[in-house]
């Protein structure tokens, strides 16, 4: 059932103004909500697809070279230093040209829009049903509405994030596939590749990871998504009170810098889950084939488990506990970035679609 029109986010915890109507109403009369992610159980569902898919697209763009790195440096078996990031910066741009940084690109893309989509979309539903379902919710006996518990915005960052990494899961593999790949081309295109695995690892190919992917994406998102519903609304107050524009734009504003802690925070959390991703994404019979792909002291496939746990022990034997967390520093790097290019983008063209529904209204 949609939600009513009539409902307030003042209804809601975590609402950053009581003075700001649901965005699905046409007729609020508030002003747009500049400083506030418009999350929540109000927004229509194509508005939060349509959203997710633009800001998925601009992030991707932005972020890419440095995803192409830290893809690199989590398949390295060398140094975790500084100094070996840019040493493979150097080496990949000597080696295989500027455009390299944008290997995988095409896939990517694809992934970060239809997960953005199905990420926010399901996002959004849940927190629509979830408060009328769960025995944790609590509802106002003056007005029947639903309030949100702390709860809510953790499960369903959590389980939204569940359907749209299994839903997506083929493109990301695709996209550390060609992003490891090193001066010869494992794949002539992007078809040779899916056709390629289906032929050579079946329909259970596209899969490799997913295990550590799940394991990694339920809590990484439930962090993320309730630490920034969290921060956003004490940083707007605090924002709002200082009213020093200069010293809260570097940041890009209180609801980027919230998605920027929250991201960074919850990445380092469940950042060994998202090494072991990547190794296991490029075993199989190409593994060899792929950049760091081959032990240099004995010549065994550096990649040849599959298991999480049988990975992330191999790790920690070959490489130490250190091996764990090789490109941490450009993935917390990236996520900075990422999460304010998102959330800033996403708010945007939510405020957006809000005006253009309104002028429709309007005549």
Request: positive net charge; without cysteine.
């Amino acid at each position: 059932m949609a939600p009513s029109q009539s409902m307030t986010r003042s209804s809601l915890a975590y609402s950053p103004s009581p003075a700001s109507s649901s965005p699905s109403s046409p007729s609020t009369t508030a002003p747009l909500p500049s400083t506030s992610l418009q999350i929540h159980s109000q927004t229509p569902s194509i508005h939060a697809a349509l959203a997710g898919a633009a800001a998925g697209l601009v992030s991707r763009f932005t972020i890419a070279p440095l995803d192409v790195l830290k893809i690199r440096l989590q398949l390295s078996p060398h140094s975790t230093s500084s100094s070996s990031l840019v040493s493979t910066l150097n080496t990949l741009l000597r080696t295989e040209g500027f455009t390299a940084l944008w290997k995988g690109n095409i896939p990517a893309e694809a992934l970060y829009l239809l997960y953005g989509a199905v990420q926010f979309t399901s996002y959004t539903t849940l927190l629509h049903v979830l408060p009328r379902n769960l025995p944790f919710s609590s509802s106002s006996t003056s007005n029947s509405k639903t309030a949100l518990s702390p709860l809510h915005p953790l499960l369903a960052g959590s389980l939204s994030s569940i359907l749209a990494t299994t839903t997506t899961y083929p493109l990301d593999l695709l996209r550390t596939r060609f992003a490891a790949s090193g001066t010869s081309p494992v794949y002539p295109s992007l078809l040779s590749s899916v056709r390629t695995i289906h032929s050579t690892e079946g329909p259970s190919g596209f899969f490799l990871g997913l295990p550590a992917a799940l394991l990694q994406v339920a809590p990484y998102m439930g962090l993320f998504f309730g630490l920034y519903e969290g921060l956003r609304t004490p940083l707007n107050r605090l924002a709002s009170r200082s009213g020093d524009q200069g010293l809260w734009g570097w940041a890009g504003g209180p609801d980027a810098l919230a998605g920027t802690l929250a991201s960074m925070s919850a990445k380092t959390a469940v950042f060994p889950l998202d090494l072991i991703r990547k190794r296991v994404q490029v075993s199989g019979p190409m593994e060899g084939k792929f950049i760091y792909g081959v032990d240099r002291a004995d010549g065994v496939k550096e990649f040849r488990t599959t298991g999480v746990w049988s990975t992330g022990k191999r790790i920690v034997a070959r490489e130490g506990a250190r091996g764990l967390y090789r490109g941490l520093s450009i993935g917390l790097i990236k996520a900075a970035p990422a999460s304010a290019v998102t959330m800033w983008t996403y708010e945007r063209v939510l405020g957006g679609l809000k005006v253009v529904d309104g002028n429709k209204v309007d005549r």
